[in-house]
C-alpha cells in the first residue's frame, strides 16, 4: 500500500508527457501540476480514485483475516493486566497507604 502512495504521482507524470506536447511539459512540472487538458485531469481522478478503493478493499481484506485471531492475543493481555491490578491494590493495601 505504501508503494502504491509513493508511485502515484509517477503514474501521473507519465500520462501527462504521453498526452502533452514536449514545451507543455515543463508548464506543469512533468504532471506533477495540473494540466491544461480536462479529459485527462478528469482521467487522472478517476484513476486516483479507483486506486485509493483498490486501496481500501486491499487494507480491508487484510484486516479481514487478521481479526478472527484478534481475541488470541487480547484476552492473555486482558487477564494479565487484571492480575496486575489486583496484585497493584493488594500491594497497596500492605504498604498501609489508605
Do not use: C
Amino acid at each position: 500500500m505504501f508503494l502504491l502512495d509513493l508511485m502515484r504521482p509517477f503514474r501521473n507524470r507519465t500520462a501527462a508527457e504521453w498526452s502533452a506536447p514536449r514545451r507543455r511539459i515543463f508548464q506543469n512540472l512533468s504532471g506533477l501540476l495540473p494540466s491544461r487538458h480536462r479529459e485527462l485531469e478528469r482521467a487522472i481522478a478517476v484513476a486516483r480514485e479507483e486506486a485509493a478503493l483498490s486501496k481500501r478493499i486491499l487494507f480491508l481484506s487484510r484486516t479481514q483475516q487478521v481479526f478472527p485471531l484478534w481475541h488470541v492475543v487480547h484476552k492473555p493481555f486482558s487477564y494479565t493486566f487484571a492480575v496486575l491490578v489486583l496484585v497493584h491494590i493488594g500491594v497497596v493495601l500492605m504498604m498501609g497507604f489508605f
